[in-house]
């Protein structure tokens, strides 16, 4: 009874063909993927974690085949069918790992929700996506998740949308599968295969259709420039549904390779140095402030890390310091990893001279990404190698445009794009000779804390809503550890009282993500002037950015 997907802006026919006949592209669906590796591999051990129990499960790739056929049967019997959109707000469970290939197995849409998010956007994304369901987990902290269920499915309705079925892990365990038996379903390669989450730049959120044929080539080039084989053992520290431990190469990487996915039930230092140990990890990957907090806790304890042959950063620039300490003393070779779920990622390579791999953020993965560096000023112009410039990129697997109706969309994807298709990154790098690019800055109303991306507006607007709220503007200010911290400069009425643990109060039980709640709060009588004009915001951004840095 849902609707079917909506069609969405993909590349030229031309280049498809190109595509394809270069090799990039197969006619591989992410069912043949799940089916013709579970198969391949069977024998292999595919996932080590904890179910949503908290017990010990190590699964085949066999196992894995049989838990996905299970978890789509399990789906089908909650009414979901071929084409239906599911949003997935699962923490690091093997579950996790069962109902994503069971999704793909069955043909329908996984839509990468984390488990931090409430109701504010996992509204948004079940509005856009017109979702079938929401999966959840009964988690540690307590969630009430029949009640974010109902607050979900208020603000769905809301939107003259039908609201999605909860889908609680944790309960479906507890009675029979049900229902028959879900066929493979039989998927085009070019068909809508999961939307990705933007990191967002504007207060609605963006998500991002991806297909099996270009993403599956960002999978395959990924696991090859990384050495990916049988042997590899992966630990997944970070959110499993972001686009960084998802592709590049992640878990998807190891599945095609016929390695072995450990799932990291937290990011300690504790956890993962003791499961790197026990099983032997070859591989991971993490953002910066986890590297520093890894790096000085290997330090102090010691740990045996002597399988680790590379760890990956990314998600956020890593400083040229911390990434002295990273092979010293995590013993694994450093890759830096510069993507974004949007398409181009960029990879630093084993056989790159040293001061590459601790200076830049890497070299695209594919010879067929295009990377224009222009002048911020005049996008027209591109500047030359070592200049500052704002990346564009363009490519076999860079997205041409954003999921959703028109409303969502249209004026997003005219900005984001140029009308050559390029994606405009808003981030700020200097291209070097090799083609290696250093990420120097950032051209986007987005806050970066610790590699979760707030887009400023989106804050700003929670606050505007509150009556004593006459202005609020959100800064990133640097941080030693998260790399950027949220601060909000607010100008209250008035004799209105200052009570910056109201306003985070206020902003939590609106229903926003924890992670973008501010870190702090300024007050301030009086906001610096700005030239008049339609980026005023923008400007008393840099403003108060200077102005509140210098205080630090
Ligand atoms: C500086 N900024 C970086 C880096 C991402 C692999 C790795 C990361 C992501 C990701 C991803 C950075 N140095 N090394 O999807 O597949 C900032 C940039 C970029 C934005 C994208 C992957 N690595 N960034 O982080 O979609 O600003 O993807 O445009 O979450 O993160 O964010 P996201």
Redesign the pocket.
């Known amino acids: 009874t849902r609707s079917r997907a909506l069609p969405y802006p993909r590349h030229g026919e031309a280049e498809r063909r190109r595509f394809r006949e270069l090799g990039l592209w197969t006619p591989e669906s992410f069912a043949d993927f799940v089916v013709d590796r579970t198969r391949r591999y069977a024998a292999n051990t595919a996932v080590v974690g904890r179910d949503c129990h908290g017990a010990e499960v190590r699964w085949t790739y066999a196992d894995l085949g049989q838990q996905a056929a299970l978890a789509a049967r399990r789906l089908a019997s909650y009414g979901v069918a071929r084409g239906d959109r599911v949003v997935v707000a699962l923490p690091n469970v093997v579950e996790y790992l069962a109902v994503v290939l069971g999704l793909f197995r069955m043909g329908a849409v996984p839509v990468f929700a984390l488990p931090t998010h409430r109701e504010i956007e996992l509204g948004q994304f079940c509005t856009i996506a017109d979702a079938a369901a929401l999966v959840v987990v009964g988690d540690p902290d307590g969630t009430d998740h029949r009640g974010l269920h109902k607050l979900v499915s208020d603000r769905v309705a809301e939107q003259g949308v039908e609201p999605p079925v909860l889908v609680d892990v944790e309960e479906w365990e507890r009675g029979d599968a049900g229902g028959v038996a879900v066929e493979v379903a039989d998927v085009a390669a070019d068909e809508l295969a999961f939307l990705?989450?933007?990191?967002g730049t504007t207060g609605i959120s963006k998500l991002?259709p991806r297909a099996a044929e270009e993403y599956l080539y960002?999978v395959r080039a990924?696991a090859e420039i990384c050495g990916l084989d049988q042997d590899t053992v992966m630990l997944v520290v970070l959110p499993a549904s972001?686009?960084?431990?998802?592709?590049?190469p992640?878990i998807l990487g190891v599945l095609h390779a016929g390695g072995t996915v450990v799932l990291a039930p937290d990011p300690s230092p504790r956890t993962g140095f003791a499961l790197i140990a026990r099983e032997h990890v070859t591989v991971t990957?993490l953002?910066?402030p986890l590297a520093q907090a890894w790096i000085s806790a290997a330090r102090r304890r010691r740990p045996d890390l002597s399988s680790l042959r590379t760890v990956?950063?990314?998600?956020?620039?890593?400083n040229d310091v911390v990434a002295r300490d990273v092979e010293p003393v995590l013993h694994g070779r450093l890759q830096?990893?510069?993507?974004?779920?949007?398409g181009l990622?960029?990879y630093t390579r084993d056989d790159d001279p040293d001061e590459l791999v601790l200076t830049t953020?890497?070299r695209p993965m594919s010879a067929y990404d295009e990377v224009r560096v222009v002048d911020p000023d005049d996008p027209s112009r591109e500047v030359t190698d070592g200049q500052e410039g704002a990346?564009l990129t363009r490519g076999p697997y860079t997205i041409r445009g954003y999921y959703g109706g028109p409303s969502w969309t249209e004026a997003v994807n005219a900005s984001s794009f140029t009308e050559d298709g390029f994606y405009r990154?808003?981030?700020l790098v200097r291209r070097h000779p090799s083609g290696h690019l250093t990420?120097t800055g950032?051209d986007?109303d987005?806050i970066?804390r610790a590699?979760?991306?707030i887009a400023t507006d989106e804050i700003e607007g929670h606050l505007l809503a509150r009556r004593e709220v006459l202005d609020a503007v959100a800064v990133g200010l640097p941080d030693a550890y998260l790399g950027e911290r949220i601060c909000a400069v607010v100008r209250l009425e008035p004799g209105a009282e200052r009570r910056p643990e109201e306003l985070a109060e206020a902003l939590r039980t609106a229903g926003l993500a924890t992670y973008k709640i501010p870190d702090s709060f300024v007050f301030l009588d009086d906001f610096p002037a700005t030239h008049v004009g339609k980026n005023s915001r923008r400007e008393l951004r840099r403003l108060l950015t200077d102005q509140l840095a210098d205080q630090l």
Do not use: Y
């Open positions: 990705q989450l933007s990191g991002i960002s990924s972001h686009n960084f431990p998802m592709s590049s992640g990957a953002v910066p990956q950063v990314g998600g956020a620039k890593l830096q990893v510069f993507g974004m779920a949007e990622v960029n953020q890497g990346l990154t808003g981030d990420v950032r986007k987005q970066n590699g979760e991306k």
